[in-house]
């Protein structure tokens, strides 16, 4: 059974804070996302992976880094935590080249800051 | 505009009823779309996709495409309670792009 887990399903932070959210994959995929989920708005890409060590911004990355030092594990960093930050997050994964069949997302981590 | 629109609903029908859930995308070049199923607190699995346009059926649903009104249609037939989630459909492009989802309720 394919999984991808999330270190946290719920967090709470104050802000200014350093967060991060962790996210692993046990597939042996190449490609790792984050995404934020907000009411009304959808899921919206912050960063991506291809490969380890490397990263690509997607359509919001700013307020957020990322780190890919192994295949499995992909970290979302929020440097200094702000309200607007609010939100659930959630990684997949998903083989190199494959089609649409394969992307896999983690339960979400509900990150709140206060 | 947004590059997929999607009714947030919600939505509420009967145990039995046919549900159509609909989305609108703007790019023309999107060749993949897709139906995700997400229910409360977990993430998004993926439900159906399919390529260009045409029908493709999954046991009571079915996922179409007409990209010539670039339109996105989920048929679910014989609705259940435990049909009871969002919907989010996506397509993809250099990345995927997601509606907002719908909030489907299935009443017993």
């Known amino acids: 059974d394919v999984k991808v887990t999330q270190s946290s399903r719920y967090l709470v932070k104050r802000t200014g804070e350093k967060v991060f959210l962790e996210c692993v994959q046990d597939?042996?995929?190449?490609?790792m996302f984050w995404y934020r989920q907000d009411p009304g708005l959808g899921l919206r890409l912050i960063y991506f992976s291809y490969d380890v060590k490397m990263k690509e911004k997607g359509d919001i990355p700013e307020g957020y880094s990322v780190s890919r030092e192994k295949k499995e594990r992909f970290s979302l960093i929020l440097e200094s935590a702000s309200t607007n930050q609010t939100s659930m997050y959630l990684c997949a994964s998903s083989l190199a080249g494959a089609g649409a069949d394969t992307q896999y997302f983690g339960p979400g981590t509900r990150l709140t800051v206060l | 505009q947004k590059e997929v629109e999607q009714d947030p609903g919600p939505l509420s029908v009967p145990e039995g009823a046919i549900v159509s859930l609909n989305c609108t995308y703007s790019?023309?070049?999107?060749?993949?779309f897709m139906w995700y199923r997400q229910y409360s607190r977990k993430g998004p699995e993926l439900l159906m996709y399919t390529y260009s346009s045409g029908n493709k059926e999954d046991g009571r649903f079915t996922a179409q495409v007409d990209k010539s009104s670039k339109y996105i249609s989920l048929f679910i037939r014989d609705s259940q309670p435990s049909d009871s989630a969002t919907y989010l459909c996506?397509?993809?492009?250099?990345?995927?792009?997601f509606g907002p989802g719908t909030r489907l309720s299935v009443l017993p």
């Open positions: 597939m042996d995929h190449e490609n």
């Open positions: 996506a397509s993809l492009g250099q990345n995927f792009v």
């Open positions: 790019n023309s070049a999107f060749q993949y």
